[in-house]
């Protein structure tokens, strides 16, 4: 069975699904367009979130980088003194 076949066969199921339950007066809101619209904001959702812990990911990332920047530049500000004097005893 090819996708689309499955898939136009689910969204008709939905749809009578919808008919049904709009028959017995429950609701009318399940049909494919109110599904499509739930999963297109549940997408965009998501993809915030993601952007979201994305930032917050490069932000310690950066945070990270420059505390090892920082030492690396106090370790040589403290070894430099340490280098002249070897060399100068070479």
Same mark, same amino acid.
């Given at each position: 069975?090819n996708t689309k076949k @499955?898939? !136009?066969?689910? +969204? !008709?199921? +939905? *749809?009578?699904?919808?008919?049904? +339950?709009?028959?017995?007066? #429950?609701?009318?809101? #399940? !049909? %494919?367009? !109110? ?5 297109? &904001? =549940?997408?965009?959702? /998501?993809?915030? =979130?993601? *952007?979201? /812990?994305?930032?917050?990911?490069? %932000? ?5 980088e420059a505390l090892v =920047?920082?030492? =690396?530049?106090?370790?040589? %500000? +403290? @070894?430099?003194? #340490?280098?002249?004097? %070897?060399?100068?005893? &070479?």
């Amino acid at each position: 069975m090819n996708t689309k076949k @499955l898939l !136009n066969t689910a +969204l !008709n199921g +939905l *749809d009578y699904l919808g008919f049904q +339950l709009d028959q017995f007066g #429950i609701t009318g809101k #399940i !049909n %494919r367009h !109110n599904v499509a619209a739930f999963l297109m &904001a =549940e997408q965009h959702h /998501l993809e915030g =979130e993601w *952007d979201s /812990l994305q930032a917050r990911f490069d %932000r310690r990332k950066a945070h990270f980088e420059a505390l090892v =920047e920082s030492a =690396e530049m106090r370790a040589s %500000r +403290l @070894l430099s003194p #340490i280098s002249k004097l %070897r060399s100068r005893a &070479a």
